[in-house]
């Protein structure tokens, strides 16, 4: 199975900080890589797949990109709205892994 | 607008089985596309549990070491989740979703609780 490593698991910035987090699987899963975002007690919402698409309707202040190995997340200034759990998952080969998630907090 | 709903019950006995139904809405199951269940046990992270077409094909979380089986139902355009022999540690909310590569539509989520 391969794994993915999310770093950090938790995260605290400041209102308009750019925050990074980044996802590391065990083997290259070329751009199969999405990402995702989780309000507490809401289902997980995507926010990018392939890599580096982005939603539909989702703020352009959220991108992402990476191939291979090893995959960033970026909010390019942190809004209050954007507290949540961030979560990549690959779908390469069965069975398709998330991360463990990283915890994101205003300062 | 595709919209999943999830419903069973909340609390399902250690050794028994859990059944969730998902009824999809805005979306003909057999059109196509896989469907899939996902769980989050409380405080922690998401696991695949598996998915199925609407042809009926399957594919399941190895780690769920055949304890599960799902179905799909186009006539009432819905499938279905069934984990047997459960203990306290598949307590979790449990999500259906639509898996195109990745999860576009989700449940809202149901709490299954195991215990006695």
């Known amino acids: 199975d391969i794994q993915m490593t999310q770093s950090p698991s938790s995260l605290s910035a400041s209102v308009g900080d750019r925050v990074t987090i980044t996802c590391q699987a065990s083997?290259?899963?070329?751009?199969?890589l999405n990402w995702y975002q989780q309000k507490p007690g809401k289902a997980p919402k995507l926010l990018i797949s392939d890599a580096s698409k982005l939603e539909t309707g989702v703020p352009s202040r959220f991108s992402g990109s990476g191939s291979g190995t090893d995959f960033t997340f970026t909010i390019s200034s942190l809004q209050p709205e954007d507290v949540a759990t961030y979560y990549c998952?690959?779908?390469?080969?069965?069975?398709?892994?998330f991360g463990q998630g990283t915890k994101l907090e205003i300062k | 607008q595709v919209q999943l709903q999830e419903s069973g019950p909340g609390l399902v006995k250690p050794s028994d089985s859990l059944s969730l139904t998902c009824a999809v809405s805005?979306?003909?199951?057999?059109?196509?596309?896989?469907w899939g269940w996902i769980r989050q046990p409380p405080g922690k992270g998401l696991e695949w549990i598996g998915y199925v077409y609407s042809s009926g094909i399957t594919y399941y979380n190895p780690s769920l070491k055949g304890r599960v089986a799902m179905s799909v139902d186009t006539s009432k355009n819905q499938f279905s989740l069934k984990l047997s022999t459960v203990t306290a540690e598949d307590t979790a909310v449990y999500y259906c979703a639509r898996f195109s590569g990745w999860y576009n539509y989700w449940g809202q989520g149901t709490l299954v609780t195991v215990s006695s």
């Open positions: 998952q690959h779908y390469n080969s069965l069975p398709y892994t």
């Open positions: 083997q290259a899963i070329t751009n199969y």
């Open positions: 805005g979306y003909s199951i057999s059109s196509g596309n896989w």
